[in-house]
């Protein structure tokens, strides 16, 4: 049987290289780095997380963890390291980020049916066969170039930012506690607490008057989903308090207080000798990181073992270019996955990985095209990616806002949401047995 190309060894790649070869199909796995790096990621390894190292909520009444649970049912590779590696996050999936990358790296460099080729791919068209594009939201320029070409299209863009890491040894535990929001999952996150209005009100003015980075030569657009921590604190004095600084329900145990605003830090590996500050994507230049966040209760000696960076996210005018397969419309040898077609989020990547490697199978062994339900969290984004109605396409999280609702209304959310999640394990159920 001929190979099939896979385009990039990220989250989205490597899960499409799994669901290919895991159905007896060879890949061939082009990835530029190490010999070719970008502006991001730090290491060799496949599937490296540059962000945050939390896949989000856990439970199924959340759209994320039903999709997560669907990827787990679907032999998900990345979902079965993911929770292989977890780390404490309350009740959120969080991960040892190197202990995962590394895991996933070897189970896909030592299957027998991949072939991987370190190397920059630029131009698509000179591959044969079939060809599966995941070479994510850095894509390198001459490729990103090539794709222009071959589309007829420009790339649209957004601006991406990671949070910064800080060593466990380093912080102040005078000042910061442990606790979880409303102790749900135990007390898994660090907490620096703001007790007073004054002192966050001078936090924010210094952070509102922090030096940025440069922004190069392209225009800033700001992604909302992962709005840079000082954009925030510009939109308000409150609104802060009200996102990543929300102070309900962490109650300070040594005090039985409740602070004025919380930044929380979330364990980043399995030593949890290292944490990230949750919420604190930045563009700020690295010294003004160090100088501002030091005036972050509990973090005036912190070591920083990775500051927070920017940088640009790529994506395709997907609901126009390509099909509920991620398959590009005009040419069915192209398939696209991860976040350049719109999916936001490690997990949406992944499962869109997922989505276009089982379909590019099927047509490899000649079996006839299947469609995901629209109830599942996986149809919900195959549809919205796939929509050629949408209007002003941007990158979207899974939510349940996607999928179609109940017949009857029911008023309680958490209880609504259980009943969407089970229908669409259900109708899922139904389609593997199809499959």
């Known amino acids: 049987m001929e190979p099939i190309h896979v385009i990039g060894a990220g989250l989205a790649g490597c899960e499409a290289t799994w669901q290919l070869v895991n159905k007896n199909i060879p890949v061939i796995l082009h990835e ?7 502006a991001a990621h730090k290491t060799a390894y496949f599937a490296e997380l540059v962000c945050s190292n939390s896949l989000r909520a856990g439970n199924i009444e959340n759209a994320v963890g039903l999709l997560k649970e669907e990827m787990r049912q679907l032999g998900s590779l990345i979902m079965r390291e993911a929770d292989a590696h977890q780390v404490p996050a309350g009740g959120a999936l969080a991960v040892d980020r190197d202990g995962f990358a590394a895991a996933v790296t070897e189970a896909v460099k030592n299957h027998p049916l991949v072939t991987v080729v370190t190397e920059e791919v630029t131009d698509l068209e000179a591959l044969e066969g079939t060809v599966i594009v995941a070479s994510g939201p850095l894509t390198s320029d001459a ?4 794709i222009k070409s071959m589309l007829k299209e420009e790339y649209f863009h957004f601006f991406d930012a990671a949070a910064p890491i800080v060593e466990a040894d380093s912080l102040d535990y005078d000042k910061v506690y442990r606790a979880s ?19 966050y009100v001078a936090f924010r003015e210094a952070l509102c008057n922090a030096e940025l980075a440069p922004v190069k030569d392209f225009e800033r657009n700001v992604f909302e989903a992962c709005m840079p921590i000082e954009e925030m604190a510009l939109r308000g004095e409150d609104t802060m308090r009200f996102g990543p600084l929300k102070p309900v329900g962490l109650i300070d145990p040594r005090t039985g207080k409740e602070a004025y605003a919380v930044v929380q830090l979330r364990q980043d590996n399995a030593a949890a000798s290292l944490y990230n500050i949750v919420g604190f994507q930045t563009h700020l230049k690295w010294p003004e990181q160090r100088r501002v966040f030091g005036m972050i ?3 005036e000696k912190a070591e920083f073992v990775r500051f927070g960076v920017m940088h640009k996210n790529t994506y395709l005018n997907s609901p126009q270019l390509l099909d509920k397969h991620f398959c590009l419309r005009s040419n069915n040898r192209f398939y696209f996955a991860g976040q350049m077609t719109g999916v936001e989020g490690y997990v949406e990547s992944a499962a869109s990985g997922l989505m276009a490697g089982l379909h590019a199978a099927r047509v490899a062994l000649g079996l006839p095209a299947v469609e995901f339900p629209a109830e599942t969290a996986h149809g919900a984004l195959a549809n919205y990616i796939s929509n050629p109605e949408v ?4 990158p979207m999280n899974v939510n349940f806002g996607l999928i179609p609702p109940l017949a009857q209304r029911i008023r309680k959310k958490r209880e609504k949401n259980a009943i969407i999640a089970q229908r669409g394990l259900d109708k899922l159920q139904e389609f593997i047995k199809a499959l």
């Open 32 to 38: 530029m780095r190490p010999v070719k790096s970008d």
């Open 143 to 146: 490729l990103s170039s090539n």
């Open 181 to 199: 929001r409303y102790d749900k999952g135990g007390a898994d996150y660090l907490n620096c607490p703001f007790y007073t209005k004054e002192e």
């Open 297 to 299: 209760p509990g973090l």
């Open 391 to 394: 209007e002003n396409f941007q």
